[in-house]
């Protein structure tokens, strides 16, 4: 099993989740499309030839977002990441992906 974590704007962060969930993330047991959530701001200076979703080059921006968590099946990590990179409104996507250790 896997984690895939990003990072997307409030207005933004449903259609993400929805995304992640109709590619295959989230399937836990009998229930599909989980996943948990957090907010925070994020906070980035976009450098010349950038071409920021949100901010102006060279002028400190944050955003508020949702962290948006799932697990995946190890086969379906590519799919659920090139789902995320279809949907999301940033031009350099926040995606992490962690191998999960636990045996169940």
Known sequence: MFKIVTFAPIKDAQKVRQAMGDAGAGVWGKYHHASFSTR????FIPVKGAHP???RVGEMSGVEEERIEVICKEEKVKKVVEAIKRIHPYEEIPIEVY??????
Not at 99 to 104: I, Q, S
């Open 40 to 43: 925070g701001i994020g906070r």
């Open 53 to 55: 979703a949100i901010g």
């Open 99 to 104: 191998k999960l250790e636990n045996r169940w």
